[in-house]
């Protein structure tokens, strides 16, 4: 019986993979809010977009109903979520499985005004491969059930003093808890990584830079997914070269945003250390007071002459100590009024 429905299950898993496989569908479109695609017997239309942002992750939502024939069936989610600390872009896909066929939805890239490009994927009988994996998994465990022995197998059971009351597990036991082990110690090392709960830092920086990497880091992996798709056959190469080149403007304007603000983030950073510095100055001066210029003792701010040697003392800034002449009317080192 047990080899029966694994042999049931092997053919259900082979037709939901040709299934899968031979009449996928598949298409990539650009909506604006209330635009719609077609993608098999389904009809996606484009509610909207929302963005949103945690110390951790910055997401964009889009909603998406599926409608058959007019009339609404299901809404889906699809995500593009950014991870500013780890640099890293993840998709969430929107997804409506049923007994005959799984409706895919990928958010690829979005644009300032609303609009998106969304890539939809209508795969048939894939829940069968899940079908057939557990009828054949069924199989397997009544192939290790013990099975009625033949008489003589009995009496020999029996003499050897393993009859039906005795505490001897046999192979079988054995063999059992063996793969209950290995599935127990596979199941804890795939679900490890879910189940640690690092805390996360959070981010700092400007917004502006942390947004246009996120939207150029989108563009990159939208045209990954691109390229790969028309590896695979997916997209014809007029279809392929259009968003492509779609694509690459949409990364050359960002780029040039980004060298933009990563320019004025610098010249913002070098006026925060020339303003530390004169600072630091300021106070080391005060600390300090000014000097004679011809013999470097010390003198005060009200001395016409050096106390030391006598000779007429210089103008000086109040706040650096620079040396001034008697026409200056500002700093030459720090700008301030001497």
């Avoid at 690459?248 to 010249?267: I, Y």
Wanted: aromatic share 6%; proline share 6%; with cysteine.
């Amino acid at each position: 019986m047990g080899g029966y429905l694994v042999h049931a299950g092997m053919v259900l898993i082979a037709i939901g993979v040709l299934g899968s496989k031979v009449y996928q569908d598949a298409t990539e479109t650009t909506l604006a809010p209330g635009s719609t695609m077609t993608v098999g017997r389904y009809t996606l239309r484009y509610e909207g977009l929302t963005q949103s942002a945690t110390a951790t992750r910055e997401v964009n939502r889009a909603t998406v109903s599926v409608l058959i024939d007019g009339r609404p069936v299901a809404t889906l989610h699809p995500e593009k979520n950014f991870f500013p600390v780890q640099q890293q872009p993840q998709s969430i896909v929107g997804l409506r499985s049923t007994l005959t066929e799984d409706l895919y939805v990928v958010l690829a890239a979005w644009q300032p005004n609303g609009e998106v490009t969304l890539k939809a994927y209508l795969n048939p009988l894939v829940a069968w491969v899940w079908i057939g994996g557990g009828v054949a998994l069924l199989g397997a465990f009544v192939c290790f059930l013990p099975g009625p022995r033949p008489p003589r197998a009995r009496r020999l059971a029996e003499v050897g003093g393993i009859g039906p009351g005795s505490c001897g597990g046999g192979p079988v036991t054995t063999t059992l808890l063996l793969a209950l082990g290995i599935a127990t110690a596979a199941f804890l090392f795939v679900s490890w990584p879910y189940l640690r709960q690092r805390p996360l830092p959070v981010p700092h920086g400007n917004d502006r830079l942390t947004e246009l990497r996120r939207q150029r880091d989108a563009i990159y992996e939208a045209l990954r997914e691109l390229e790969f798709d028309q590896r695979l056959g997916k997209l014809s190469a007029h279809d392929y070269a259009e968003l492509a080149e779609r694509y690459k403007r949409q990364a050359v304007a960002l780029l040039k945003q980004l060298d933009d603000e990563t320019r004025a983030a610098l010249l913002a950073i070098d006026q925060e250390i020339e303003e530390e510095v004169a600072q630091r100055r300021a106070l080391a001066a005060r600390r300090t007071g000014s000097r004679c210029l011809a013999c470097g003792a010390r003198v005060e701010a009200s001395d016409r002459f050096c106390r030391q040697c006598g000779v007429p003392l210089g103008r000086a800034c109040s706040r650096c100590g620079a040396p001034a002449s008697s026409g200056d009317r500002f700093c030459g080192r720090c700008g301030a009024e001497v």
